[in-house]
Protein backbone atom coordinates (compact mmCIF):
# COMPACT_ATOMS: atom_id res chain seq x y z
CA UNK A 1 0.00 0.00 0.00
CA UNK A 2 1.93 3.45 -1.27
CA UNK A 3 2.09 5.93 1.84
CA UNK A 4 -0.64 8.42 -0.12
CA UNK A 5 -3.55 5.88 0.00
CA UNK A 6 -5.99 7.28 2.08
CA UNK A 7 -7.53 5.04 4.98
CA UNK A 8 -11.01 5.25 5.57
CA UNK A 9 -12.09 5.86 9.73
CA UNK A 10 -13.12 2.27 10.20
CA UNK A 11 -9.83 0.68 8.55
CA UNK A 12 -7.28 3.14 10.91
CA UNK A 13 -9.26 2.54 13.81
CA UNK A 14 -8.87 -1.22 13.31
CA UNK A 15 -5.02 -0.81 13.14
CA UNK A 16 -3.59 -2.82 16.53
CA UNK A 17 -0.48 -0.40 17.75
CA UNK A 18 0.91 -1.70 21.08
CA UNK A 19 3.59 0.13 22.17
CA UNK A 20 6.41 -1.88 24.23
CA UNK A 21 8.97 0.64 25.28
CA UNK A 22 11.51 3.57 25.43
CA UNK A 23 14.62 3.62 26.65
CA UNK A 24 18.33 4.94 27.12
CA UNK A 25 20.45 2.55 28.64
CA UNK A 26 23.49 0.58 28.30
CA UNK A 27 23.40 -2.64 26.75
CA UNK A 28 24.33 -5.90 28.63
CA UNK A 29 26.48 -8.87 28.10
CA UNK A 30 28.78 -6.78 25.86
CA UNK A 31 31.21 -9.14 23.27
CA UNK A 32 28.96 -11.63 23.16
CA UNK A 33 26.43 -12.58 20.35
CA UNK A 34 23.10 -13.48 21.78
CA UNK A 35 21.22 -16.87 20.84
CA UNK A 36 18.58 -16.13 17.82
CA UNK A 37 16.02 -14.18 19.06
CA UNK A 38 11.83 -12.57 18.72
CA UNK A 39 12.43 -8.87 18.32
CA UNK A 40 9.15 -6.49 17.47
CA UNK A 41 9.46 -3.60 14.91
CA UNK A 42 11.39 -0.50 16.23
CA UNK A 43 14.57 1.78 15.77
CA UNK A 44 17.18 2.59 18.02
CA UNK A 45 20.03 4.89 17.61
CA UNK A 46 23.60 3.99 18.99
CA UNK A 47 24.80 6.96 21.36
CA UNK A 48 27.67 5.28 22.44
CA UNK A 49 29.51 1.64 21.10
CA UNK A 50 28.98 -0.22 18.46
CA UNK A 51 26.38 -2.69 17.24
CA UNK A 52 26.22 -5.97 15.03
CA UNK A 53 23.30 -7.19 13.70
CA UNK A 54 23.04 -10.50 12.48
CA UNK A 55 20.07 -10.90 10.33
CA UNK A 56 20.69 -14.10 8.58
CA UNK A 57 21.83 -13.19 5.21
CA UNK A 58 24.20 -10.69 6.33
CA UNK A 59 25.34 -9.03 9.57
CA UNK A 60 24.91 -5.24 9.95
CA UNK A 61 27.32 -2.55 11.92
CA UNK A 62 25.53 0.09 13.41
CA UNK A 63 28.15 2.72 14.60
CA UNK A 64 27.95 5.72 16.99
CA UNK A 65 25.45 8.31 16.25
CA UNK A 66 23.76 5.76 13.64
CA UNK A 67 20.12 4.43 13.66
CA UNK A 68 18.77 0.61 13.13
CA UNK A 69 15.26 -0.17 12.03
CA UNK A 70 14.39 -3.21 12.80
CA UNK A 71 11.95 -5.82 11.05
CA UNK A 72 9.41 -7.84 12.82
CA UNK A 73 11.44 -11.29 13.05
CA UNK A 74 14.44 -13.38 14.51
CA UNK A 75 18.38 -12.25 14.58
CA UNK A 76 21.11 -11.94 16.74
CA UNK A 77 22.86 -9.09 18.29
CA UNK A 78 26.36 -8.55 19.63
CA UNK A 79 27.35 -5.14 21.48
CA UNK A 80 30.55 -3.26 22.05
CA UNK A 81 31.68 -2.42 25.40
CA UNK A 82 29.56 0.26 26.98
CA UNK A 83 27.37 0.73 24.04
CA UNK A 84 24.78 2.70 25.12
CA UNK A 85 21.11 2.61 23.11
CA UNK A 86 17.99 4.91 22.90
CA UNK A 87 15.56 2.44 21.34
CA UNK A 88 11.94 2.15 20.82
CA UNK A 89 10.25 -1.00 20.25
CA UNK A 90 6.46 -1.68 19.20
CA UNK A 91 3.80 -4.15 17.27
CA UNK A 92 1.63 -2.52 14.61
CA UNK A 93 -0.74 -4.46 12.81
CA UNK A 94 -3.38 -4.41 9.78
CA UNK A 95 -6.98 -6.00 11.13
CA UNK A 96 -5.49 -9.48 9.79
CA UNK A 97 -2.56 -10.02 11.83
CA UNK A 98 0.28 -8.65 8.92
CA UNK A 99 2.67 -6.29 10.12
CA UNK A 100 1.96 -2.73 8.86
CA UNK A 101 5.93 -2.31 8.48
CA UNK A 102 8.71 -4.77 7.38
CA UNK A 103 9.45 -4.66 3.87
CA UNK A 104 12.82 -2.54 3.47
CA UNK A 105 13.74 -2.54 7.38
CA UNK A 106 16.66 -4.00 9.09
CA UNK A 107 18.28 -1.23 7.93
CA UNK A 108 21.07 1.08 9.45
CA UNK A 109 20.65 4.89 8.45
CA UNK A 110 23.42 7.53 8.87
CA UNK A 111 22.31 9.61 12.21
CA UNK A 112 22.65 12.82 10.48
CA UNK A 113 19.65 11.81 8.42
CA UNK A 114 17.48 11.26 11.15
CA UNK A 115 17.86 14.77 13.14
CA UNK A 116 13.96 14.86 13.36
CA UNK A 117 13.15 11.60 14.62
CA UNK A 118 16.05 11.74 17.04
CA UNK A 119 14.95 14.81 18.91
CA UNK A 120 11.12 12.89 18.39
CA UNK A 121 12.69 9.70 20.61
CA UNK A 122 14.51 11.81 23.17
CA UNK A 123 11.30 14.11 23.69
CA UNK A 124 9.24 10.68 24.32
CA UNK A 125 11.83 9.46 26.74
CA UNK A 126 11.20 12.71 28.54
CA UNK A 127 7.54 12.80 28.29
CA UNK A 128 7.29 8.85 29.46
CA UNK A 129 10.52 8.48 32.06
CA UNK A 130 10.44 12.35 33.00
CA UNK A 131 13.69 13.98 34.30
CA UNK A 132 15.32 10.80 34.67
CA UNK A 133 18.71 10.62 32.23
CA UNK A 134 18.71 6.43 31.67
CA UNK A 135 16.40 3.95 32.44
CA UNK A 136 17.54 0.46 31.21
CA UNK A 137 15.53 -2.48 28.99
CA UNK A 138 14.20 -4.33 31.62
CA UNK A 139 12.93 -1.41 33.80
CA UNK A 140 11.18 0.25 30.46
CA UNK A 141 9.48 -2.54 29.58
CA UNK A 142 8.24 -3.96 33.39
CA UNK A 143 5.41 -1.39 33.23
CA UNK A 144 3.43 -1.22 37.00
CA UNK A 145 -0.17 0.88 37.16
CA UNK A 146 -0.47 4.11 36.52
CA UNK A 147 -3.38 7.02 36.43
CA UNK A 148 -5.65 7.14 33.72
CA UNK A 149 -3.96 10.53 33.37
CA UNK A 150 -0.97 8.82 33.23
CA UNK A 151 -2.18 6.26 30.70
CA UNK A 152 -3.55 9.28 28.65
CA UNK A 153 -0.59 10.85 28.53
CA UNK A 154 1.86 8.75 27.71
CA UNK A 155 -0.19 7.39 25.08
CA UNK A 156 -0.60 10.64 23.23
CA UNK A 157 2.87 10.90 23.26
CA UNK A 158 3.82 7.60 21.25
CA UNK A 159 1.45 8.37 19.08
CA UNK A 160 2.95 11.72 18.30
CA UNK A 161 6.26 9.99 17.91
CA UNK A 162 4.54 7.52 15.63
CA UNK A 163 3.94 9.99 13.51
CA UNK A 164 7.44 11.05 12.84
CA UNK A 165 8.34 7.73 12.99
CA UNK A 166 5.90 7.12 9.53
CA UNK A 167 7.19 10.08 8.33
CA UNK A 168 10.74 9.40 8.40
CA UNK A 169 10.26 5.63 6.56
CA UNK A 170 8.17 7.78 3.84
CA UNK A 171 11.68 9.83 3.49
CA UNK A 172 13.48 6.80 3.81
CA UNK A 173 11.27 4.97 0.78
CA UNK A 174 9.82 2.63 3.08
CA UNK A 175 5.97 2.09 3.25
CA UNK A 176 3.60 0.07 4.58
CA UNK A 177 3.25 -3.44 3.55
CA UNK A 178 0.20 -3.94 1.38
CA UNK A 179 -2.85 -5.62 2.60
CA UNK A 180 -3.73 -8.78 1.25
CA UNK A 181 -7.15 -8.51 -0.41
CA UNK A 182 -7.96 -12.52 -0.60
CA UNK A 183 -11.11 -12.90 -3.44
CA UNK A 184 -12.56 -14.73 -0.74
CA UNK A 185 -13.49 -12.42 1.81
CA UNK A 186 -13.96 -15.06 4.37
CA UNK A 187 -10.80 -15.72 4.03
CA UNK A 188 -10.07 -12.19 6.07
CA UNK A 189 -12.22 -13.33 8.87
CA UNK A 190 -11.00 -16.66 8.85
CA UNK A 191 -7.69 -14.77 9.83
CA UNK A 192 -9.13 -12.38 11.95
CA UNK A 193 -10.73 -15.21 13.78
CA UNK A 194 -7.86 -17.27 14.21
CA UNK A 195 -5.64 -14.10 15.22
CA UNK A 196 -8.22 -13.72 17.85
CA UNK A 197 -8.11 -17.54 19.55
CA UNK A 198 -6.67 -18.13 23.37
CA UNK A 199 -3.68 -19.05 23.21
CA UNK A 200 -3.85 -21.01 26.23
CA UNK A 201 -6.76 -23.02 24.51
CA UNK A 202 -6.45 -26.04 22.10
CA UNK A 203 -7.52 -24.96 18.50
CA UNK A 204 -10.89 -26.21 17.97
CA UNK A 205 -11.63 -26.16 14.18
CA UNK A 206 -14.85 -27.15 14.19
CA UNK A 207 -15.78 -24.09 16.44
CA UNK A 208 -14.13 -21.86 13.91
CA UNK A 209 -15.80 -23.72 11.03
CA UNK A 210 -19.07 -22.69 12.14
CA UNK A 211 -18.19 -18.85 12.98
CA UNK A 212 -16.64 -18.60 9.74
CA UNK A 213 -19.41 -20.98 7.42
CA UNK A 214 -16.63 -23.08 6.27
CA UNK A 215 -15.58 -27.21 6.28
CA UNK A 216 -12.37 -28.10 7.96
CA UNK A 217 -10.84 -29.12 4.97
CA UNK A 218 -12.22 -25.83 3.06
CA UNK A 219 -10.53 -24.07 5.80
CA UNK A 220 -7.06 -26.01 4.92
CA UNK A 221 -7.47 -25.45 1.66
CA UNK A 222 -7.63 -21.52 1.86
CA UNK A 223 -5.14 -21.38 4.57
CA UNK A 224 -2.09 -23.56 2.90
CA UNK A 225 -3.16 -21.31 -0.48
CA UNK A 226 -2.54 -18.08 2.09
CA UNK A 227 -0.18 -18.70 4.18
CA UNK A 228 1.67 -22.20 2.84
CA UNK A 229 0.42 -23.71 6.74
CA UNK A 230 -2.53 -25.90 8.26
CA UNK A 231 -4.81 -23.70 11.09
CA UNK A 232 -3.13 -25.97 13.96
CA UNK A 233 0.76 -25.04 12.34
CA UNK A 234 -0.56 -21.45 12.46
CA UNK A 235 -1.31 -21.21 15.91
CA UNK A 236 1.51 -22.77 17.22
CA UNK A 237 3.29 -20.49 15.42
CA UNK A 238 1.75 -17.68 17.38
CA UNK A 239 2.37 -19.41 20.62
CA UNK A 240 5.60 -19.49 20.16
CA UNK A 241 6.10 -15.92 18.61
CA UNK A 242 4.74 -15.18 22.33
CA UNK A 243 6.77 -17.23 23.95
CA UNK A 244 9.80 -15.57 22.60
CA UNK A 245 8.45 -11.97 23.17
CA UNK A 246 7.61 -12.89 26.99
CA UNK A 247 11.01 -14.69 27.82
CA UNK A 248 13.40 -11.88 26.21
CA UNK A 249 10.78 -8.76 26.67
CA UNK A 250 10.79 -9.19 30.29
CA UNK A 251 11.20 -10.88 33.63
CA UNK A 252 8.02 -12.64 33.70
CA UNK A 253 8.26 -16.34 35.53
CA UNK A 254 8.81 -19.24 33.33
CA UNK A 255 4.85 -20.67 35.16
CA UNK A 256 3.49 -17.17 34.48
CA UNK A 257 4.21 -17.46 30.74
CA UNK A 258 3.49 -21.37 30.08
CA UNK A 259 -0.23 -20.83 32.16
CA UNK A 260 -0.98 -18.17 30.11
CA UNK A 261 -0.05 -21.00 26.88
CA UNK A 262 -2.51 -23.46 28.32
CA UNK A 263 0.37 -25.70 30.19
CA UNK A 264 -0.56 -26.68 33.33
CA UNK A 265 3.03 -28.00 33.98
CA UNK A 266 5.97 -25.77 33.52
CA UNK A 267 8.40 -29.08 32.17
CA UNK A 268 5.73 -29.82 29.67
CA UNK A 269 6.71 -26.03 28.61
CA UNK A 270 10.31 -26.59 28.22
CA UNK A 271 9.54 -29.84 26.08
CA UNK A 272 7.72 -27.62 23.94
CA UNK A 273 9.90 -25.01 23.30
CA UNK A 274 12.61 -26.99 22.96
CA UNK A 275 11.34 -29.02 20.62
CA UNK A 276 10.65 -25.84 18.18
CA UNK A 277 13.04 -24.37 18.69
CA UNK A 278 16.13 -26.35 20.37
CA UNK A 279 16.77 -24.52 23.14
CA UNK A 280 15.43 -24.65 26.82
CA UNK A 281 13.30 -21.23 27.77
CA UNK A 282 15.69 -20.14 30.26
CA UNK A 283 19.00 -20.75 27.88
CA UNK A 284 16.72 -18.11 25.40
CA UNK A 285 16.31 -15.56 28.03
CA UNK A 286 19.86 -16.04 29.13
CA UNK A 287 21.13 -15.53 25.76
CA UNK A 288 19.19 -13.00 24.84
CA UNK A 289 20.51 -11.17 28.09
CA UNK A 290 18.03 -8.88 28.09
CA UNK A 291 19.18 -6.31 26.22
CA UNK A 292 16.54 -6.19 24.39
CA UNK A 293 17.33 -3.66 21.16
Given at each position: ?????????????????E??W???????????????????????FV???QV?????????????????F??P?????????????LS?????????G????Q???????P?K????????????????????????????????????????????????????F???????GI?P??????????????RA???S??????????????E?????????????????M?A????????LE??????T???????????????????????W?????????????AG??????
Amino acid sequence: MPASVLLTPALWQSIVCEWLWVYDGIAPRAQVWSQKITVPPGVFFVQSGQVKIDVGREVIVVGKGDAFFSAPGTRRQWFDEDTRLLSVGLHCRWPDGLHLYQTGLDVAVPGKRLKLLHEATRTLFTQVHGRRKQVGYVEATTTGSRSLQDWTRHEAAYRQWFAEFVSTLKRLGITPNPRKRAEDRRLEHLRAWLQSWPLDRALDLKAVALEVELSPRRIHQLLRDDLGMTAQVYQERRRLEHARQRLTQGTAPLKEIAFGLGFRHPPHFTAWFRRHTGMTPTACRAGYGLEGA
